[in-house]
């Protein structure tokens, strides 16, 4: 069982639509990611947040928004989406200490389609 | 340029045979991290091996070993006695530098097929 709890596995939502992502762990880690991943490719990053502070921001359009209310939670606020944003959402988490690595725990996902 | 390179998009492999994926790296940064995951169709990603770069050894865990050769940028994964269950998606990953450890560049995958 994965340690990282993704919620909803599968999400159909339309264009004027707002929903949310949620995902927990209870790992401890500090260190907490989204990444969207579309058919046969690999993970693009979006966010990071480290500490509870967003600290990456890869150029993401603001029609999703992170949220990080506690160590153990991170959510992704969805509205206005287009249908090209459906693609599966993956949550990871990491423990970041300088000087060691730390491999990404992934969460099984949400399956977004916008319709 | 790619900082994480796999050329093989598909491999196919007999049952209970070794396999090797590879994955070449590009970074000028003395510390970084390599990572192999397993994506299986459900879509999970799942983590298999790890190697530092000052490691001295390869690393293995279980029947995957990971082939490091610092010297030319390559970390491929090879995986013993092939299982069915080895069907899936395979990235290699790496993270560069200290300061900034929270990054991970993912390669484009290998598609394995164990067949019976």
């Known amino acids: ?115 | 340029a790619q900082k994480i390179t796999q050329t093989q998009p598909g491999m196919f492999v007999q049952e209970k045979e070794a396999v090797t994926l590879d994955c070449t790296y590009d970074t000028s940064d003395p510390s970084y991290g390599l990572f192999w995951y397993k994506q299986p169709s459900s879509g999970e990603m799942i983590f298999l091996i790890y190697q530092g770069s000052y490691d001295q050894q390869n690393a293995t865990e279980g029947r995957y070993s990971l082939n490091f050769q610092k010297a030319r940028k390559s970390a491929n994964l090879v995986i013993s006695a092939s299982q069915l269950g080895d069907s899936a998606m395979y990235f290699c990953a790496m993270r560069e530098g200290v300061y900034n450890f929270n990054k991970f560049y993912f390669g484009s995958g290998t598609k394995l097929n164990v067949k019976p």
Not at chain 1, 30 to 38: S, T
Request: glycine residues 4%; positive net charge.
């Open chain 1, 1 to 115: 069982d994965t340690e990282v709890t993704q919620t909803p596995k599968h999400l159909v939502m339309g264009m004027t639509n707002k929903k949310s992502l949620k995902c927990e762990q209870h790992m401890g880690h500090r260190a907490m990611y989204w990444y969207k991943q579309k058919a046969k490719k690999p993970p693009e990053l979006m966010f990071v947040y480290s500490y509870e502070k967003l600290s990456i921001n890869e150029s993401v359009p603001s029609r999703f928004s992170p949220e990080c209310p506690n160590s153990s939670l991170l959510n992704l606020h969805l509205h206005a989406l287009q249908p090209e944003d459906s693609a599966l959402y993956l949550c990871a988490s990491s423990q970041p200490v300088q000087g060691k690595d730390s491999p990404l725990h992934f969460g099984n996902g949400t399956r977004l389609t916008v319709t």
